[in-house]
């Protein structure tokens, strides 16, 4: 997202008054700049788009929020960033952008439950697990090279043969187990 972003915008789009973003981008981008300057790293987009959290990038493809105090126009995030730079972000899917949005919120409400520590096993967990696998091929396409992240695997264990990676053999987990273990990329997907 931001490669696109940059080349619409330019590197420091973020600061570009063509690029609308409403009120809570501006404040995340502020702190994500306190933070760097607090730190004695500079701000240059490197270090400004890595301390920006998930939710912020899942932000930029909502609707957008007020710009300003009240009454103030809201930003629109379909004509001022998807349509000129995000949908470029994901070359392979041909869906609007809330329906990018969509799975890639949910996947954000989740992770946050999980993060801080609200108990899960009341939800529907499976659904979850149904949403979740609609997100990993908008970030693996995204990616825009080699295979889909569930291909992926680390560099060959030091202890095995060169064409064996490090992660363990499924045995003789059945179909559904396998696939939510390697969604969890902790055992290959075939």
Same mark, same amino acid.
């Given at each position: 997202?931001?490669?696109?972003?940059?080349?619409?915008?330019?590197?420091?789009?973020?600061?570009?008054?063509?690029?609308?973003?409403?009120?809570?981008?501006?404040?995340?981008?502020?702190?994500?700049?306190?933070?760097?300057?607090?730190?004695?790293?500079?701000?240059?987009?490197?270090?400004?788009?890595?301390?920006?959290?998930?939710?912020?990038?899942?932000?930029?493809?909502?609707?957008?929020?007020?710009?300003?105090?009240?009454?103030?126009?809201?930003?629109?995030?379909?004509?001022?960033?998807?349509?000129?730079? /995000?949908?470029?972000?994901?070359?392979?899917?041909?869906?609007?952008?809330?329906?990018?949005?969509?799975?890639?919120?949910?996947?954000?409400?989740?992770?946050?439950?999980?993060?801080?520590?609200?108990?899960?096993?009341?939800?529907?967990?499976?659904?979850?697990?149904?949403?979740?696998?609609?997100?990993?091929?908008?970030?693996?396409?995204?990616?825009?090279?080699?295979?889909?992240?569930?291909?992926?695997?680390?560099?060959?264990?030091?202890?095995?043969?060169?064409?064996?990676?490090?992660?363990?053999?499924?045995?003789?987990?059945?179909?559904?187990?396998?696939?939510?273990?390697?969604? /969890?990329?902790?055992?290959?997907?075939?």
């Amino acid at each position: 997202m931001h490669r696109q972003l940059s080349i619409t915008f330019g590197p420091s789009w973020y600061d570009n008054p063509r690029c609308i973003l409403d009120l809570g981008a501006k404040r995340r981008l502020d702190d994500a700049k306190s933070d760097g300057l607090r730190r004695r790293y500079p701000i240059d987009p490197p270090h400004v788009v890595a301390s920006l959290a998930f939710g912020f990038w899942v932000s930029l493809l909502g609707r957008g929020g007020s710009v300003g105090g009240a009454g103030t126009p809201r930003a629109n995030y379909e004509m001022t960033l998807w349509r000129p730079a /995000l949908h470029r972000a994901f070359p392979h899917v041909r869906k609007l952008r809330a329906k990018v949005h969509r799975p890639l919120d949910d996947l954000r409400t989740f992770r946050n439950r999980i993060a801080h520590h609200e108990p899960i096993f009341n939800r529907p967990l499976v659904a979850d697990y149904e949403k979740s696998l609609q997100v990993q091929p908008l970030a693996a396409l995204s990616l825009n090279s080699g295979p889909p992240l569930s291909k992926r695997w680390g560099p060959p264990h030091p202890f095995r043969g060169a064409n064996q990676t490090a992660v363990p053999q499924t045995g003789g987990l059945n179909t559904r187990a396998q696939r939510v273990l390697g969604y /969890l990329h902790l055992f290959p997907v075939n």
